[in-house]
């Protein structure tokens, strides 16, 4: 069996894993991203996710979990110096025991599963990828088929969006779509091909409360920009807009405690209306 390689240094590869971290268009470019804790990298390769290298501090015994994951998983093998692997792991506290390497999908809307129930989120020109990943676990809390973020916005690869979604974002389609007039040329197709989806903004001022619409219906989610909301734009869009009713002293809630807000809602109708004889 060949020697698996050993980074002590920060050498050029080593490099190009923590470019991966901060820059964004490395990570475009390369279509990698680094992929830590327990949780998301099982999840990523029960999902099916092709991992590219598997990064492990080889001055530690590992655990259970960490020794099948090198012995299953089809990807390059390498070992690194607990300084350097702590800093590709991001944490304070020593190195994890592994980073994963993951190689990104094609921004593909038909990724989107779902068909004549499909509940799907949009999340418009998103500043804080930790909102990004939060909305993303909420979706799959609550049975959503898809996620889409669209315009000028965070990124979904970045390290905060994918520890904020603790392993989620394998598990929901996630497409990053330039702008709103990509997304409706596929609500276009679908609706020809026989899914009446409609288009459901949140909004303070909404036609109607949360609990008053029917989420049973396909229903993509338009979610604002955490500052100014929905662009014109999407407003213009949406067949409905539905509002949150609050009380106390909050006049409004993050963008993405007011998505999970809804997705509850959403789920809850589904869930009733599959349990009625």
Known sequence: MPAR???????????????????????????EFLVQGVRPISLAVR????????????????????????????????AMAPDLLSDLGEKDGGAPEIVAVVEMPADDLDRLRGGSGFLGVC?????????????IRSADAFG???????????????PKSVRASTGSLFAVPAVRVPSPATVMDWVAARRAAGTP????????KGECEVFDFDFTQPVLLLVGNETSGLSNAWRDLCDHTVSIP???????????????????????QRLAAARRP
């Open 5 to 31: 390689p050993r980074i002590t240094a920060r050498n050029a590869r080593f490099q190009q894993w923590e470019a991966l971290l901060s820059n964004r268009n490395k990570r475009t470019r390369s279509r």
């Open 123 to 135: 999340f418009d020109r998103p500043t804080s990828p930790g909102n990004i990943g939060s909305v």
């Open 144 to 158: 959503a088929d898809g996620f889409i973020v669209s315009g000028h916005a965070a990124d979904i690869y970045d």
């Open 197 to 204: 989806l409609v288009l459901v903004g949140t909004d303070e």
């Open 47 to 78: 999902y099916g996710w092709p991992v590219k290298a598997l990064l492990y501090d080889d001055s530690r015994e590992l655990s259970q979990w960490a020794r099948e994951l090198l012995r299953t998983v089809p990807a390059e093998q390498v």
């Open 246 to 268: 609050m009380t106390g002293s909050a006049s409004s809630l993050n963008a993405a405690n007011a998505a999970t807000a809804v997705l509850y809602e959403a789920h809850r």
